[in-house]
């Protein structure tokens, strides 16, 4: 594999381990008595901040890969 695909990989196995993380955040957050608190630790605006965030991730993650021509195109969803 080139350097060239090896750093492509790179950045979206990072952006991918920054979207789990956050995935987890926001489920632990809204089933958060299942997580082990008494409350919410997350605003509601802040979640929807988050959940923006998670999007944009995956997103870019699916644009690279459409660049580098592993994907025909985007799911719609």
Do not use: P
Not at 16 to 23: E, P
Not at 30 to 37: D, V
Not at 63 to 75: I, R, V
């Amino acid at each position: 594999m080139g350097n060239n695909n090896f750093q492509i990989i790179n950045n979206i196995e990072a952006k991918l381990i920054q979207v789990r993380s956050m995935a987890k955040i926001a489920l632990d957050n809204t089933n958060y008595k299942c997580a082990g608190y008494d409350e919410t630790f997350i605003e509601q605006a802040d979640m929807s901040n988050l959940l923006w965030v998670i999007v944009d991730l995956v997103e870019q993650a699916f644009d690279e890969l459409q660049g580098y021509g592993l994907t025909e195109g985007k799911n719609n969803g």
